[in-house]
Nanobody
Framework: QVQLVESGGGLVQAGGSLRLSCGSS????????MGWFRQAPGKEREFVAS????????YYADSVKGRFTISRDNAMNTVYLQMNSLKPEDTAVYYC????????????????WGQGTQVTVSS
């Protein structure tokens, strides 16, 4: 049974930073690409970042490029999202996902999802 568990969300002021973590269990972590998505109220789930199996390739949405960094530790079965210079428009529930494809793809390319962690950025 594959499980993804996110942590690290919270309330932060604009300009601040947060680091999200997502631990994986139930299948060989290094065999799969990992992604981060987010969903704000009333909006569709959108791609944020993804990373290839061994971290050699990383992809970002234009809206977060230069501010967010995705990384992974295959020994710890964990993927991270370092978020700096946060803006109120970054407020959303953030989800990690596991799949076969890194790159900039929609949610349909990922087959397992975490439960999400809330990130709220106040102005």
């Amino acid at each position: 049974q594959v499980q993804l568990v996110e942590s690290g969300g919270g309330l932060v002021q604009a300009g601040g930073s947060l680091r999200l973590s997502c631990g994986s269990s139930g299948r060989t972590f290094s065999s799969y690409a990992m992604g981060w998505f987010r969903q704000a109220p009333g909006k569709e789930r959108e791609f944020v970042a993804s990373i290839s199996r061994f971290g050699s390739s990383r992809y970002y949405a234009d809206s977060v490029k230069g501010r967010f960094t995705i990384s992974r530790d295959n020994a710890m079965n964990t993927v991270y999202l370092q978020m700096n210079s946060l803006k109120p428009e970054d407020t959303a529930v953030y989800y990690c996902a596991s799949g076969y494809y890194s790159g900039i793809y929609g949610p349909e390319k990922y087959d397992y999802w975490g439960q999400g962690t809330q990130v709220t950025v106040s102005s």
